[in-house]
């Protein structure tokens, strides 16, 4: 089964830097996205990290740690339509198509 | 290109009936899975379809089935819906990209509230 921990809530100022972190227990590892969620919206794909190692995109970058169970967020610049949910999800190494949520971080940037 | 379509966006079902949920997945894309989201919760993984063939299950009871139509849409069916069924039930269409990557996309969702 799976395991997946990430913070409930979080709180920033807009322009400032926020990371998420993640950790997972897996019975198989096959990679780790990222969702951002506005309020009764779809996830949204953010990141996808499969190697240990950073992946950076614009203002998101995303963190990987294989050996330790672990994946970091980073928001950077933070702008006031940052506010949303952040899900964390490891995909199964049974299904590729299987994804396993954390249960969000709610990110509040106030101005 | 239209992206994942979902159907009806809001639905109310009194406990003990049967809802069907509708997805119409992006162009192009063969797989189709379905995710429960209550509130407050991450998705949890109901089903995956393929080529018309089910090809994952997630821990739901044996009320819940689906199906993926030759179009590649799919079908969501609750049986004898209970109060804990209330929840935003969610469509990913996806594709392989290249070895061991590919694309998900999740649909708007549709949000079922049964009273």
């Known amino acids: 089964g799976q395991n997946i921990d990430q913070p409930t809530e979080m709180t920033a100022t807009e322009g400032a830097i926020v990371q998420i972190n993640c950790t997972y227990q897996t019975s198989g590892f096959n990679g780790l996205f990222w969702y951002q969620q506005h309020a009764g919206e779809a996830p949204t794909f953010l990141s996808y990290n499969v190697l240990d190692g950073l992946e950076e995109k614009g203002r998101f970058s995303s963190f990987l740690s294989r050996s330790k169970g672990y994946s970091y967020l980073l928001l950077k610049e933070l702008q006031m339509k940052d506010s949303a949910s952040y899900l964390c999800?490891?995909?199964?190494?049974?299904?590729?198509?299987?994804?396993?949520f954390g249960a969000g971080t709610t990110v509040t940037v106030r101005a | 290109d239209a992206g994942v379509t979902q159907s009806p966006t809001h639905l109310i079902k009194t406990r003990g009936q049967h809802v069907t949920l509708r997805c119409s997945p992006i162009?192009?894309?063969?797989?189709v899975s379905w995710y429960q989201q209550v509130l407050g919760q991450g998705p949890q993984f109901i089903f995956q379809?393929?080529?018309?063939?089910?090809?994952g299950r997630g821990n739901f009871p044996d009320r819940f089935s689906a199906r993926q139509f030759p179009n590649y849409s799919s079908e969501l069916n609750v049986n004898a819906l209970l109060l804990g069924d209330s929840a935003l039930y969610l469509c990913?269409?996806?594709?392989?990209?290249?070895?061991?990557?590919?694309?998900?996309?999740f649909g708007p969702g549709t949000r079922l509230t049964v009273t």
């Open positions: 999800a490891v995909r199964s190494l049974s299904n590729d198509y299987k994804l396993s």
């Open positions: 162009s192009g894309h063969k797989s």
């Open positions: 990913a269409s996806s594709r392989p990209v290249s070895f061991g990557l590919y694309e998900q996309y």
């Open positions: 379809y393929y080529e018309k063939e089910e090809r």
